[in-house]
Each structure stands twice: as structure tokens, then as C-alpha cells.
């Protein structure tokens, strides 16, 4: 096998514990890893993006009698159509930075773990997703609150910039070092969420096919067996995100859209959840936040991977 190789060479049985893939060249650089995954997600957002202002308005209000379609029938009601699509600029700036830097710096990070094999060991793959969650977050957490800033607000839409003169000027900051720090706020919630979901989606996607590929005997040099692989794990690794996470997407929700100086960090936030809502509040939109995980991650993957393809990058 050259070190040109995209992928194992096929085996009828399971992958051998000892069988190594190789790294092609275009898997050791940066940029490729960074803009397909950039671009994968781009999709994605764009697919579910309605959801995830219906989600954000749900979590929002103060009760919670409307389902996620009563929510949306409600904002097209009395915003119309394209009140669902609300912070969609904002949304596509942090697909492209920090999704992108989220998803892209996995596999970097998992071989810089030592795991350049198809038995990776899961706690390698956990903390190669955690590490690049964080990172994603602590660099590019404004894009994060611009989007939530205006998928919540209601009436009449202003722009992407209008909401960062906002977000600049917030709390009367004076200073260039409290200007910028309005565009961190929840930044610790945010690399929080992050990190569960980056070791919580890129793990359980990886593991997933791994177990899939030694128990089902699914191959990737198979077309359906490629795609069925595909299509299980990213509906494995939704469902696995939702449950992880939706404590700290409340919680980020809440402290993004409220007043300054409101919370004082994320467990302040958890608790006043718990005591006005019940802990069930801490999962208030759960069907929305799974309606648009499980869409967003099977879009998301399945376009990644495709691309992966088409550059001559091997399957994850």
C-alpha cells in the first residue's frame, strides 16, 4: 500500500485490528480538512435552519404550550415565512468558522493522539472531538450569539450588522477591551456545548461505523453498505448529541438572548432553569432540538463524506 492509498484494501471479513490506513496527502492538510467540513456543514444549516429558530424561540418562552410546528405556524403567522430563516447570515458565518474548525480539526487532532488506524481506541476519538470543540469555541464563539441574538428577536428583522453595533456598545462598554468582551458573552457555555458535542457527535459517528464495519460486516467499497453506514451512524451520533446536550443549549439560549449581567455564568443559569421550570426545562425543546440535530447530522455527513470522496480522501 502507498502512502497514497485512500482506503483499506477490500476484505470480505471485518477490518483486521493490525490493518492500518495510510494518510493520503490531502488528509494532512489543514485547509482541505477545514473547508469541506466548513462546506458540509453550510449545507446542513441550510436545511434545518427553520427549526433551529423555532427551537430557539421555544426555549425562549416563558411557557411552553405550543409544539415546535404550533411554534413555527406562529412566527409565519405573525412574521411571515421569512422570520424562519432569521440570523441565517450569521448562522452561515459560523458554519463557515467555527463548524468548520469544530469538524475539520478531528481527524488532525485523533492522529495527533496516535490513532491512525480503523481500531482507534473511543477515548482517543473523545478527546480529539472534545479538544476541537473547544478550540472551535473559544475562537469563534461571536458568531454564535449573533445568531441567536437574531433568530430571537421578533418584530421587524434588522441586519447582521445592526446587531453587532448592538452587541459593541452593550452594557454602555467604553472600552475596546469591553466591547469585545460583549461578543464573548456565554463563552463558557458555548465551549461547554461545544466540547460535549464534539465528543459526543464525532466519537459516536466514528465508533459507530466501527462497530458497524466489525459486527455487520459493512464495507466502504460498497455502495450500499457505504451509504447504510453512513446514514446509521449520523443518526446514532444525532440522537447521542441531544441527549448530551441539551442542558448546556438551554443554558447558552438563555444567557445569549438575556439582559447583560443577568446570569452569572452557566450553572447560575442551569439552576434558575431547574427552579422556575423543573429540571425537565433544562430539556425544554427537545423534540425541536432533535428535529434539527437528526437532519442537520445526516445532511452534514453525508455531504462530508461525499466530498471526501471526490478529493480522494478516505472514509472516516
Avoid at 458565518?93 to 482507534?120: M, T, V, W
Avoid at 463558557?188 to 466514528?206: E, W
Wanted: proline share 3%.
Amino acid at each position: 500500500m502507498t502512502s497514497a492509498s485512500c482506503v483499506a484494501k477490500p476484505s470480505p471479513g471485518p477490518i483486521a485490528a493490525d490493518e492500518v490506513f495510510e494518510l493520503t496527502p490531502r488528509m494532512e492538510q489543514l485547509h482541505w480538512q477545514l473547508g469541506l467540513s466548513g462546506v458540509s456543514c453550510f449545507c446542513a444549516q441550510g436545511t434545518v435552519h427553520w427549526i433551529e429558530t423555532t427551537m430557539v424561540r421555544q426555549q425562549l418562552a416563558h411557557r411552553s404550550e405550543l409544539g415546535m410546528i404550533g411554534m413555527a405556524v406562529r412566527i409565519v403567522r405573525e412574521e411571515g415565512a421569512a422570520a424562519l430563516y432569521r440570523g441565517f447570515s450569521a448562522a452561515s458565518l459560523r458554519e463557515l468558522s467555527y463548524s468548520s474548525l469544530r469538524f475539520g480539526l478531528y481527524e488532525p487532532i485523533k492522529h495527533s493522539l496516535g490513532a491512525r488506524d480503523g481500531q482507534a481506541p473511543f477515548y482517543k476519538k473523545v478527546l480529539a472531538g472534545l479538544s476541537a470543540g473547544a478550540i472551535a469555541a473559544a475562537v469563534a464563539s461571536p458568531t454564535d450569539l449573533l445568531k441567536i441574538r437574531m433568530q430571537s428577536e421578533t418584530g421587524r428583522a434588522r441586519s447582521l450588522l445592526a446587531h453587532t453595533r448592538d452587541i459593541w456598545r452593550d452594557g454602555g462598554a467604553r472600552t475596546l477591551g469591553a466591547s469585545v468582551g460583549n461578543f464573548y458573552r456565554g463563552v463558557t457555555t458555548t465551549i461547554t456545548r461545544a466540547s460535549l458535542i464534539g465528543a459526543t457527535k464525532m466519537a459516536t459517528y466514528d465508533q459507530t461505523k466501527q462497530t458497524l464495519r466489525e459486527t455487520m460486516r459493512w464495507r466502504d467499497e460498497v455502495t450500499a453498505e457505504r451509504y447504510s453506514l453512513q446514514f446509521v451512524a449520523s443518526v446514532t451520533a444525532g440522537l447521542a448529541i441531544v441527549v448530551a446536550s441539551s442542558p448546556a443549549t438551554n443554558a447558552r439560549t438563555m444567557i445569549m438572548a438575556a439582559e447583560h449581567g443577568r446570569y452569572r455564568g452557566m450553572l447560575h443559569c442551569m439552576y434558575d432553569i431547574v427552579k422556575t421550570r423543573g429540571f425537565l426545562g433544562l430539556y425544554r425543546g427537545f423534540l425541536a432540538q432533535w428535529a434539527r440535530v437528526g437532519p442537520y447530522a445526516i445532511v452534514q455527513f453525508f455531504v462530508w463524506e461525499q466530498l471526501r470522496t471526490v478529493v480522494g480522501m478516505r472514509p472516516l
